[in-house]
């Protein structure tokens, strides 16, 4: 069965600062890997997925993620944080194939200070 | 672009009630999906249904809960007889499957139920 670690519950970061949110999965083979992001009370928006291919990929609001296939690590980076990014960030994994369930990370929430 | 549409968006029932949310998946989509998110913590996964059936369920997903596609477009969760315990977002997904169709997962915006 696949799960995803998310090691920071918290994590405070200045404007204008750049971010890297951590993201471990574990999974027999290559995964699908997602990252969504939750306001409060909100819904979840994807901002990006890796299926194969370039190890970056880019994602919305400026976003991006490395696939580390040896480290099974799959990292969110943004060079310059803003204030709304501010919210709940959360990782998640599923089979090759899209049609099972995804498995979601316990989630990091992002305060931004100015 | 597509989106999966939930209503309603926040639902409050008493405690025993029966409670139906309800979803209109992406129309081409063949995998349904519920999940559940009590506040503050993880989105967990219910159910998945294809092709008129539950395909996989979670330990959560116990005879209270039941799933059903009604027609050819809606896609609804009903909870018989709503616990305290019940409370949480609930996010309906979609998915066309298939590896080189797949695309993503689409998430609703998810109906908030409050039991009290």
């Known amino acids: 069965a696949q799960s995803v670690t998310q090691p920071d519950i918290h994590i405070t970061v200045s404007e204008g600062a750049s971010l890297e949110l951590r993201c471990n999965y574990s999974?027999?083979?290559?995964?699908?890997l997602f990252w969504y992001v939750q306001s409060p009370g909100q819904g979840l928006q994807l901002l990006l997925k890796?299926?194969?291919?370039?190890?970056l990929v880019q994602g919305i609001k400026g976003f991006e993620a490395e696939f580390k296939r040896s480290q099974s690590s799959f990292n969110l980076r943004k060079p310059s944080v803003h204030w709304s990014d501010a919210a709940e960030y959360f990782c998640?994994?599923?089979?090759?194939?899209?049609?099972?369930?995804?498995?979601f990370g316990i989630g990091t929430k992002l305060q931004v200070i100015p | 672009e597509p989106e999966v549409t939930q209503t309603p968006s926040h639902q409050v029932t008493q405690m025993g009630q029966e409670v139906i949310l309800r979803c209109v998946p992406i129309?081409?989509?063949?995998?349904f999906y519920w999940y559940r998110q009590i506040l503050g913590q993880k989105v967990e996964f219910l159910v998945s249904?294809?092709?008129?059936?539950?395909?996989?369920k979670s330990e959560i997903f116990d005879d209270q809960f039941s799933v059903e596609r009604p027609d050819g477009s809606n896609f609804t969760l009903k909870i018989r007889s709503t616990k305290l315990e019940d409370s949480a977002m609930y996010f309906c997904?979609?998915?066309?499957?298939?590896?080189?169709?797949?695309?993503?997962?689409?998430f609703g915006s998810g109906t908030r139920l409050t039991v009290v």
């Open positions: 999974y027999g083979a290559t995964p699908y």
């Open positions: 129309s081409n989509h063949l995998y």
């Open positions: 997904a979609s998915s066309s499957g298939g590896a080189s169709t797949f695309y993503g997962y689409t």
């Open positions: 890796y299926f194969s291919g370039d190890t």
């Open positions: 249904f294809y092709n008129n059936e539950i395909s996989e």
């Open positions: 998640a994994v599923a089979p090759w194939g899209g049609y099972q369930k995804v498995t």
